[in-house]
């Protein structure tokens, strides 16, 4: 049984991750001093001129082997370049640049829950599954720092033949930073926000030799009360090295080790005024008057997150011959987080059909994520070119072996004690915890193991026309228990997964495409190593077949001005098979869709102008529903985080030293579904940010960013437990950036 103490310390002796960050950035810093006669000024210009577009002609995923604008699918990738520009530090900020992906979080009032982990939907769909590094699935839980991403690919619909078992709204990618044997570099980057948050990154590469490089990302921070609590904060601590080896002519070697620390005090929200309670305490339904959003409704002591996460990757990379490349991939890691956060709802003495609200806020309850995964993954693909005639096909052959395992322990708060329960909602008092929690066991174990070998090939019959097909195996097994009602429920899972596309693409001229696409998903139960069900229907679940979903898209991409601006359209229609109950029995006959189109621009339209637009317009919602005992039904009702309407767009002007550069973000609304209804709609938002940024030497820049300029007021996230969560108020951010 393990404990820890509620009350949390917050100054304390450095941990022996944040003594080794600050050793290895002091080495690289004397040693980038040491070598400073090896800094070239063209090194410099080199990467000036990289980050001026946004456009990335090709995707990292090997299984991807066409351009973009030959790729036919939709796929937004945001580049390194777009990030520093925006000033985003975080996985979620770093979507808002993709329409139709939203990462306001699913809502309880749908059944899922307000959290501080990612939360991402695309096209309506949830994809928490299905978020990849390097294409790896990573499983785990918690806020992604991007502070050694390189870019984040978003690939739109089902895409079960290049990632596997998933999601049927897509998948997102991050794509980490690498060693690299062309040149030296050295980069430190230092900022400070409204909220109180004081960063610092380090990203520097060293050429050991003509054959070795080695790479080291590094990441200190602290801060983040945007609301104004005072009680707020998220710490992060994080170093990923990167070893670049040639071992021969043909072949090298890349290993990748990355470890993050992180240490919050996140607010789950703030109390949100029912019907009942707006009519008897005389104040608006909806979220609290907007003079309570800087209140603490948390506790002291009790509330908190701790997140440890390594991972380490071994690529290997072979040239067979001028045709033929052999890839290797192998990773393993371990994730474990602990969190217990207060839900803050106003006081009900009453019950649900007699409520009595005196206006106070009940501060006892809270939510507890504890979580601990494993993983150990290994690719092997094979990237080649042959030829049938004067047809060319690009091929990749592979194969994947995966094993993962996540445990939710058990968690005992009966030996922690509140000062109060309760708080007033206008001048609510602070409340402190005494005592310790415990880990007693675990609720749920499952390990899900699988075996893949899949195919894929585009065919260019001439210069007109390229045919794309893939198909994919997968045997997965899930094996595991979780607790309900009391009781220990063990299940088995077994599944044959087979995922396809195929697409046909025409090119009537050489900088553009007009492609139609078709591609299946499938979501065996326990894809997210949590077997669905509870004591009376956990093993129906685990024997029914996997969800399917089938996604169907016809659209065009362009490229212009040299090939640095890509423009796209595309009409799409994804159908997924939900879990439904028709005649008392568990069967997967329901059904959601999502329909509509969506536009894109990205790169450069002048030398000193870039863009990155993206607009989707969407009807997603439930099209079978078999009625329950009493008649009710949701078909017809929408889907949760799937607005009609959202657009992004972000412009920068770089003339001489000064860039200067706005955008805005819109939503037309998120609706949660519950009680098969409408329950709570957030309304429509735009946001408006903005940044400037000088150079005053070639090793020197300093940039302003402001986020949310207007200072609009705008609510994320909604809980059927009686609290929301409120977006980020205006924030101004002030960054110094150093290369050396």
């Not at 980069?187 to 400070?192: E, K």
């Not at 009702?637 to 000064?658: C, E, H, R, V």
Request: proline letters at 3%; aromatic letters at 8%.
């Amino acid at each position: 049984m393990q404990n820890r103490l509620c009350c949390k310390i917050h100054t304390r002796k450095p941990s022996p991750l944040a003594l080794a960050i600050g050793s290895a950035l002091s080495l690289m810093v004397t040693h980038a001093y040491a070598q400073t006669d090896n800094v070239q000024l063209p090194t410099l210009e080199v990467s000036a001129e990289s980050e001026q577009t946004y456009h990335v002609e090709k995707s990292a995923n090997v299984k991807l082997t066409q351009d973009l604008v030959d790729t036919p699918k939709t796929l937004t990738i945001v580049n390194e370049v777009l990030m520093q520009d925006q000033g985003v530090t975080n996985l979620q900020d770093a979507l808002r640049n993709v329409a139709g992906v939203s990462t306001f979080a699913a809502g309880e009032g749908g059944g899922g829950n307000v959290t501080t982990g990612d939360t991402i939907t695309i096209r309506g769909f949830d994809v928490n599954g299905s978020i990849y590094t390097d294409g790896i699935r990573d499983l785990s839980t918690y806020s992604r720092d991007i502070f050694n991403t390189e870019q984040i690919e978003v690939a739109k619909g089902s895409s079960g033949s290049l990632y596997g078992k998933g999601s049927a709204g897509g998948t997102v990618n991050l794509v980490t930073k690498s060693a690299r044997t062309d040149r030296d570099f050295n980069s430190i980057n230092l900022s400070y926000d409204q909220g109180g948050l004081g960063r610092i990154t380090g990203d520097f590469n060293h050429k050991l030799s003509e054959d070795s490089a080695l790479r080291i990302n590094l990441l200190a921070q602290s801060g983040g009360d945007y609301l104004g609590n005072g009680e707020e904060e998220y710490q992060s601590i994080a170093i990923a090295p990167s070893y670049f080896l040639q071992l021969s002519d043909r072949t090298d070697l890349t290993l990748n080790l990355f470890h993050m620390q992180q240490d919050n005090t996140p607010v789950m929200g703030l109390p949100f005024v029912n019907a009942a309670a707006a009519a008897q305490l005389g104040i608006p339904e909806g979220p609290i008057s907007k003079s309570n959003w800087d209140n603490y409704y948390g506790v002291k002591g009790r509330d908190f997150e701790e997140v440890d996460a390594t991972s380490l990757t071994a690529i290997i990379n072979h040239e067979v011959n001028e045709a033929w490349n052999l890839r290797s991939q192998t990773r393993i890691g371990t994730n474990e987080r602990q969190s217990i956060t207060t839900r803050p709802a106003l006081l009900n003495l009453g019950n649900n059909s007699a409520p009595n609200y005196d206006g106070s806020v009940n501060v006892s309850p809270f939510m507890s994520q504890f979580s601990e995964d494993k993983l150990f993954v290994t690719q092997l693909d094979a990237i080649g070119e042959v030829y049938t005639g004067s047809v060319k096909h690009d091929l990749v052959v592979g194969a994947e072996v995966y094993r993962e395992n996540k445990k939710i322990p058990v968690i005992d708060t009966s030996g922690i004690t509140l000062s109060s329960n309760s708080v007033d909602l206008n001048h609510p008092d602070s409340v402190t915890a005494t005592g310790t929690w415990q880990k007693d066991g675990y609720s749920s174990d499952t390990t899900a193991k699988g075996m893949a070998a899949y195919f894929a090939n585009t065919a260019t019959l001439n210069q007109y026309l390229q045919l794309s097909a893939g198909l994919r195996y997968e045997d997965f097994t899930a094996k595991g228990y979780k607790t309900s009602s009391g009781q220990q429920i063990h299940a088995n899972t077994d599944a044959d997964l087979i995922s396809w596309h195929a697409g046909i693409n025409v090119k009537p001229l050489q900088n553009g495409s007009i492609y139609a696409s078709i591609a299946n998903s499938q979501q065996p139960n326990a894809t997210d190593l949590v077997l669905q069900g509870n004591a009376n229907t956990t093993e129906t679940y685990a024997k029914l077949d996997p969800l399917e979903s089938l996604t169907k898209e016809i659209g065009t991409k362009w490229v212009f001005f040299d090939e640095r601006l890509l423009l796209g359209a595309a009409v799409f229609e994804t159908t997924k098979d939900v879990y439904d109950t028709v005649d008392n029995e568990i069967t997967t006959s329901g059904e959601q869709r999502s329909r509509g189109f969506e536009l894109s621009a990205t790169g450069k339209v002048s030398d000193e102008l870039s863009l990155i637009a993206t607009y989707t317009r969407q009807n997603a919602k439930v099209t079978e529903d078999a009625p329950a005992a009493n008649g009710n039904t949701t078909e017809g009702n929408g889907l949760n985080s799937a607005p009609d309407q959202s657009a992004s767009i972000w412009m920068t002007y770089a003339k001489g030293p000064l860039t200067l550069g706005a955008g805005a973000e819109y939503n037309s609304g998120n609706t949660y579904w519950r009680q098969q209804r409408a329950f709570y709609e957030t309304g429509s938002v735009t946001l408006v940010n903005a940044m400037a940024s000088y150079e005053f030497t070639n090793q020197l820049k300093a940039q302003l960013n402001v986020s949310n300029l207007t200072d609009k007021e705008y609510v994320t996230d909604y809980s059927a437990r009686g609290h929301f969560k409120p977006g980020d108020p205006r924030n101004i951010k002030l960054s110094l950036n150093y290369n050396f």
